[in-house]
């Protein structure tokens, strides 16, 4: 089987270990993702993957001379250049035999006698024609028109978005048809629809094997069927599941070794203890031998378990049953953008808006907040309703100041002993104090933002990308305490798997209106993929489904979303006794 064998004795960037001790194979059609914390050097290992760079320790065998790529953002020293000729760049080998055929072309002109160039130049367009140059637009033509970038062929790149970019770097492999992948965060700047397009395509229709490196956990448990774990200690793990079960797997792996080295640590103190005791006397010779026992035993080594972080959310206990009412109700800034015809938030819903247009979302957030007023007739926001609202810019941070100055601009002046303990919990050392926000990276950002926001009391959490910037552990960190909350959640994320377990509604707005849908993502596209009405709940008070569904929906669908209104009704009144 064609393969590559991979072996990293020491990579450093600026005097720092990046890698070290790194051995693994990758075969032709694995399906692989590779995941580690923020700052563990991912892209340098894909670039040294793709032999980009070689200032390393290392060994590379490549069996059967595999075909690699390497999906970045495109970018161009021309970008002036038009994505077409960008896309023709795929079709590297014949390019070079363009070039040098017109070079021929050009010494003929001088030498038109000389029968070695012409028996070159005939060599050259020989293989010019096998590689089908006159076929090359239409493969592009194909390729562009099947993932929707053909009115973009004829515009400069510098016309180009960010996330057309994305759909463009992936044209050009398509077009390349290399036997292994590697995908360095390739759901960036695309949104929903088009992460689950290239969920589907790599699934069904790429043929060969790929690497991805990536934020959306959901989209590694679609498309991985391996986990391969690099940490701090750059150490790599295998864990032949997916991005799920690996969560599970590793949990388990770290708590069994832990309590091997507790166990023969404990072995080893009690065997010394006797050791010392007969050290003299009689029975020293039992000691002796034991003593030597001890030190040829094979010593387990403290595992490294990395620290996670730990979020909290102060909560404000006094509430209402209702937090926001909209009653026929225009959302504007200048214009009115989309209308509401009766919407209520409830106590402890957890509730994912979808959106069409970045300004809608930011002026529902704002008004939410009475930040902006509605149009014509019913907003109201209970007087128990306690708002505590994070940014995905971390605006409420002031990035001149430092940590302690910003925890003091929201009226927290607590001692330094106070603060490092509250800071400890999202992984910032007591150094970190005077650092000004502006040093920090985005993910060390947003845990201060979190940090900051633990200590305002709240029944309602308004999150807008809450998992932005953030490493895995922490993303499961945040999840696991904003489940725990027993107050209100509303929050826009791009992040289909932090959606699906916390979710518990859906307002989504589409054609200038907002909807509700109920449940989580997952139940969200069962609905759109069998036709159900989205604005309306499916079951009434005894779990009555419509008959109208009854029609549409198999025994097996019914018994299946029956149960789920169940169980989501019966932690509710669980809530409510308590």
């Known amino acids: 089987m064609k393969h590559l064998k991979i072996k990293i004795d020491k990579l450093e960037f600026q005097d720092k270990e990046v890698l070290k001790n790194i051995e ?49 953002q495109i970018y161009s020293d021309n970008e002036e250049k038009t994505v077409k000729e960008e896309l023709k760049q795929a079709f590297s080998k014949v390019l070079e035999l363009d070039d040098k055929i017109k070079e021929i072309e050009e010494k003929m002109q001088e030498n038109p006698e000389d029968m070695d160039l012409i028996e070159e130049y005939t060599s050259f367009l020989e293989q010019y024609n096998n590689f089908w140059w006159n076929e090359v637009d239409n493969k592009i033509h194909w390729v562009a028109n099947w993932m929707w970038i053909l009115d973009l062929l004829d515009k400069k790149l510098v016309e180009v978005s960010w996330w057309q970019r994305t759909k463009i770097a992936l044209a050009k492999i398509l077009l390349q048809s290399p036997d292994i992948l590697f995908l360095d965060e390739p759901t960036n700047f695309i949104d929903i629809a088009w992460v689950e397009w290239l969920e589907s395509y790599l699934k069904n229709k790429w043929k060969w094997g790929y690497v991805i490196i990536s934020h959306d956990r959901e989209f590694l448990d679609k498309t991985c069927n391996k986990t391969y774990e690099i940490q701090w200690t750059l150490w790599i793990e295998f864990y032949h599941t997916d991005y799920s079960w690996y969560v599970l797997e590793r949990e388990r792996r770290e708590k069994k070794k832990m309590q091997d080295w507790e166990r023969q640590a404990e072995y080893i103190k009690k065997q010394e203890q006797l050791i010392n005791r007969f050290r003299a006397g009689s029975r020293a010779w039992w000691a002796k031998s034991r003593e030597k026992m ?17 979020f909290f959310f102060e909560e404000y206990k006094d509430s209402s049953e209702k937090m926001l009412i909209f009653k026929e109700v225009f959302i504007w800034r200048k214009d009115p953008l989309f209308y509401i015809s009766d919407a209520t938030l409830y106590k402890w819903q957890r509730i994912w808006i979808v959106w069409e247009n970045w300004v809608w979302k930011s002026t529902l957030l704002k008004t939410i907040m009475w930040q902006i007023p509605v149009l014509d007739w019913y907003f109201n ?41 509250f800071l400890k919990h999202y992984l910032f050392e007591k150094t970190d104090l005077d650092k000004k926000v502006s040093e920090l990276s985005w993910w060390q950002t947003s845990k201060l933002l979190f940090a900051i926001l633990w200590q305002t009391p709240s029944n309602l959490l308004i999150l807008d990308e809450p998992t932005n910037h953030l490493d895995y552990d922490t993303r499961e960190a945040l999840e696991s305490a904003l489940n725990k909350y027993s107050g209100t959640i509303l929050f826009i994320s791009h992040d289909r798997y932090f959606v699906n377990k916390l979710a518990t509604n859906i307002w989504f707005i ?40 009854e029609e549409k929906l198999s025994e097996r669908q019914i018994k299946r979303m029956k149960n789920k209104f169940w169980d989501s009704k019966k932690r509710k009144w669980s809530k409510k006794k308590k």
Do not use: C
């Open 24 to 72: 693994l194979t990758l075969n032709e059609n694995d399906k692989i993702a590779i995941v580690w914390p923020n700052w563990v050097g991912k892209t340098s290992f894909f670039k040294l993957l793709i032999w980009e760079n070689k200032n390393f320790d290392w060994y590379i065998e490549n069996i059967w001379n595999l075909s690699l790529w390497y999906l970045n």
């Open 510 to 549: 589409q054609d200038w209106e907002l909807s509700i849908s109920y449940w989580n993502y997952e139940d969200y596209r069962f609905k759109l993929e069998n036709w159900i009405d989205m604005d309306f709940n499916l079951f009434d008070e005894e779990a009555e489904l419509n008959l109208v569904l």
């Open 294 to 310: 001890i030190d040829k035993m094979e010593k387990i080594e403290k595992p490294y378990i990395p620290r996670k972080p730990k």
């Open 381 to 421: 926001k209970w007087k128990t309703t306690k708002i505590v609202y994070y940014s995905q810019l971390h605006e409420e941070l002031d990035k001149n100041k430092t940590i302690r100055d910003n925890f003091e601009k929201f009226g927290l002046e607590y001692p330094d002993e106070h603060l490092i303990w």
